[in-house]
C-alpha cells in the first residue's frame, strides 16, 4: 500500500491542529483590507472568521500570522485585533498583500521553527534523501507521521519554559509522540536516520517491529 505524501502546509497545519485543539480558527483566508499589515477572514470556505464575540481583543496580540504564498517577510507578529471587523494588525508588514491566501495563526511557537523541525523530520525520516524543501515540495512520509516527530520537538521546546509537574508532563507527552513517530515510520517502511535514544519502547506487538532498528 502506497502511502500518502505531504508537503510543508500540510504538516504545519496538522501539528497546528492537535497542537491547539481548542483553537477553531487557526488557518483561513484573506480578504478585502488592502494592506499589507492587514488580514480580514471571509470564513466563506469553511465558516470560520476572525470576528467573534467570544475572544477579546487581546487575544490575538503577539502570536505570529504566517502567510506562506506573499513574498518574504512571511512571518509577522500581532500588535491589534478587532474582534467585531475581523482584523489582525500586523507589524511588521508581510512582503505582499494577503488579500485572497491562505493564512495560518501560531500562538505559541514561531512557524519558521515548525517548518525547521519538518525538514529536520523529513531528512531523519527518508534517512537523509530529503535535503531541502519548498513549500509544495512533496515529502514521501504521510502527514501525520511527521506531526508525530514534529510534535515531539514542539513539546520539548515549551517544556522548557515550565517547571515542575508542568513541564514534566510535557517531556511525557513527547516521549509519547516520539514513540508514535517511530512507530508509523515502522509501518509505512521506514527506517530513520537516527534512533534517539531517550524514546521508552512499550512491549508491545508494534514495539517488537521497532527494534530491528
Do not use: C
Amino acid at each position: 500500500m502506497a502511502w500518502a505524501t505531504a508537503n510543508l502546509q500540510q504538516v504545519r497545519v496538522e501539528v497546528l491542529r492537535r497542537l491547539y485543539a481548542y483553537r477553531d480558527n487557526i488557518t483561513g483566508t484573506g480578504s478585502g483590507g488592502g494592506s499589507v499589515s492587514l488580514i480580514e477572514d471571509t470564513g466563506t470556505t469553511d465558516g470560520v472568521t476572525l470576528e467573534s464575540a467570544v475572544y477579546s481583543n487581546n487575544d490575538f496580540i503577539g502570536a505570529w500570522a504566517y502567510v506562506p504564498s506573499v513574498a518574504a517577510p512571511k512571518v509577522s507578529r500581532v500588535t491589534q485585533y478587532d474582534r467585531d471587523a475581523g482584523t489582525l494588525t500586523l507589524s511588521p508588514a508581510l512582503g505582499a498583500t494577503a488579500a485572497s491566501v491562505a493564512y495560518e495563526i501560531h500562538w505559541l511557537i514561531p512557524p519558521d521553527r515548525l517548518n525547521d523541525w519538518i525538514l529536520q523530520r523529513s531528512r531523519e525520516g527518508s534517512s537523509g534523501a530529503m535535503v531541502t524543501i519548498a513549500e509544495a515540495t512533496a515529502i514521501n512520509i504521510s502527514k501525520f507521521t511527521l506531526a508525530e516527530g514534529v510534535l515531539a520537538d514542539a513539546l520539548r521546546w515549551l517544556a522548557k519554559r515550565e517547571s515542575g509537574p508542568g513541564r514534566q508532563l510535557m517531556e511525557q507527552e513527547a516521549a509519547h509522540h516520539e514513540q508514535l513517530w517511530l512507530e508509523r515510520l515502522a509501518l509505512e517502511g521506514l527506517n530513520p536516520l537516527v534512533n534517539r535514544l531517550n524514546v521508552k519502547r512499550e512491549q508491545t506487538e508494534a514495539a517488537s517491529v521497532l527494534r530491528r532498528f
